[in-house]
């Protein structure tokens, strides 16, 4: 028999991806923030 009510997964499917994308723009922030960090320093370096 089939089941009624709600679709199977769906529920899941969505979070999941919810999440997934959270990580992503997570690692993404970090790089960015990392690489403006890095040519401060530099910056700050080829001034002395």
Same mark, same amino acid.
């Given at each position: #028999? /089939?089941?009624?009510? $709600?679709?199977?997964?769906?529920? +899941?499917?969505?979070?999941?991806? =919810? @999440? #997934?994308?959270?990580?992503? +723009?997570?690692?993404? %922030?970090? %790089?960015? +923030?990392?690489?403006? $960090? @890095?040519? /401060?320093?530099?910056? =700050?370096?080829? %001034?002395?």
């Amino acid at each position: #028999m /089939a089941k009624t009510g $709600r679709e199977k997964n769906t529920k +899941n499917k969505a979070k999941h991806s =919810k @999440l #997934m994308k959270q990580k992503a +723009n997570k690692l993404k %922030e970090k %790089e960015v +923030n990392r690489k403006a $960090r @890095l040519k /401060a320093i530099i910056e =700050k370096a080829k %001034e002395k």
